[in-house]
């Protein structure tokens, strides 16, 4: 049983089986907290697929917990995730836009219902396994938290947390955000954990590794149209924009297609650049870099600033994807909840549903849903 009466306070770790959630509990406990591990279920509709291995996760999860010496509960969230992630999910893909729904996921169950049951348990702060800093600073005589990257540049995911506000970064820790990967995994193997040589796990939170197109296929119906050119000619059929994002280049079912050749008999790869949603046209284009793929400006709502103020107008850096190098922007308008960036080199494949965030050098600010 974990010691109640530690010095620090009752803290909740979110446990999903993984390695750096794993390390991250074995940390805080070495910093002297009560720490509770909390297994989080999110998704029941096939459970019992090959694709979704949330038994096995557990089974993981409560073997770390029993190896470290904490005690770890879990809990269904599977129908606020229903209605709070997965239903925004197919509306965005429905209206042709690409979500984003690990950053929907973090701002609405991992720091939303996850957070509330961690009070409801007696805690006095969660943490996550998310490679992240939180930095109190004092601003205008009160205390105000920051979100910075994690000190692993290739490992940060302020990315996908930047819909965090005040309240929830309060009370949340991030103990990767100040080590690297390679690090947390070998403090697994020091430490012996069982999971210490498990996989990453990738692919979005709920879907996993599961052939993308057959899964949204099973929630949204075809709806088969033209795919053409930039000059209109039709030169194969979609079917349905939901299943397309912009860039995409594999899986567009017009492989055998010509187009534009050169004088030794290549082609440019066609890519994904347009959706007509009026006419459920898809427009394709040849080369990376056409044009129609390069965007110097974008305009972004339902904005979330983790100051709870937008930035002054000014020079930042943002990201509008999630692997993707910071890119110099200037921030030129906000008004309510939209804002429009600038960049100073044509961004590619900007996409509509996915977030746009603003850096100010390690400093997360927050962002917006691309439109």
Partial sequence: MSDSTSKKGRIVVGMSGGVDSSVTAWLLKQQGYDVLGLFMKNWEDDDDSEYCSSRQDWLD??????????????????AEYKDRVFAEFL????????????VLCNAEIKFKAFLDHAMSLGAELIATGHYARVRA???DGEREFQLLKAVDASKDQSYF??????????????????ITK???????????????GKKDSTGICFIGERPFRE??????????????TPEGKVIGEHQGLAFHTLGQR???????????????????AWYAARKDIATNTLYVVQGHDHPWLLNKEL??????????????????????????????????????????????EPQWAVTPGQSAVLYDGDVCLGGGIIV
């Fill in 61 to 78: 999860a409560a073997s770390v917990a029993d190896l470290i010496g904490v005690d770890i509960e879990a809990v269904n969230f599977a």
């Fill in 91 to 102: 509306r965005e893909y429905s209206a042709g836009r690409t979500p984003n729904p690990d």
């Fill in 137 to 139: 600073i004092e601003h």
């Fill in 161 to 178: 947390l930047h819909r965090l506000n005040q309240d929830q970064l309060a009370r949340t820790r991030f103990p990767l955000g100040e």
């Fill in 182 to 196: 390679a690090e947390v995994r070998r403090i697994a193997a020091e430490i012996g954990l069982p999971n210490a």
């Fill in 215 to 228: 899964f949204l296929n099973r929630y949204l119906p075809t709806k088969p149209g033209p795919i053409k």
């Fill in 250 to 268: 594999k899986g567009l079912g017009i492989g055998g297609v010509k187009g534009m050749q050169r004088a030794d008999g290549t082609a440019d």
């Fill in 299 to 344: 305009a972004a709502t339902d904005a979330s600033w983790i100051a709870g103020r937008p930035p002054q107008i000014a020079g930042y850096a943002a990201k509008t994807r999630y692997r993707q190098a910071d890119a110099a922007c200037e921030l030129i308008r906000v008004e309510g909840n939209d804002f429009d960036l600038r960049f100073g």
